[in-house]
């Protein structure tokens, strides 16, 4: 339910960003932040097996990525 309505929210802000980048760097921060969400909850409920404690933080890596590619977009579409 908490990722239908972040997905909903996402998409309907995207839409007032101006900037391409921007709105193309938005959607799959959200979707990778709900899917860092599960997989930590996944991981704790079944008491931290490592498969999923290592995909857990092999997707933060991917996550802050994808953080720094927003921030670079919103940073160029700001002009600064």
């Known amino acids: 339910m908490l990722t239908r309505i972040t ?3 996402v998409r ?8 391409r980048r921007l ?3 938005t959607g799959p921060l959200a979707g990778i932040a709900a899917l ?3 997989l930590g909850v996944g ?7 490592i ?15 994808a953080a720094v590619a927003h921030l670079r977009a919103s940073r160029r579409e700001r002009g600064s």
């Open 36 to 38: 860092q969400v599960g």
């Open 23 to 25: 709105r193309l760097c």
């Open 51 to 65: 498969g999923l404690a290592l995909a857990h933080q092999a997707l933060a890596l991917v996550l802050f990525g």
């Open 7 to 9: 997905v909903v929210f």
């Open 43 to 49: 991981t704790l409920l079944f008491a931290v097996p």
């Open 12 to 19: 309907g802000n995207v839409e007032h960003l101006g900037h």
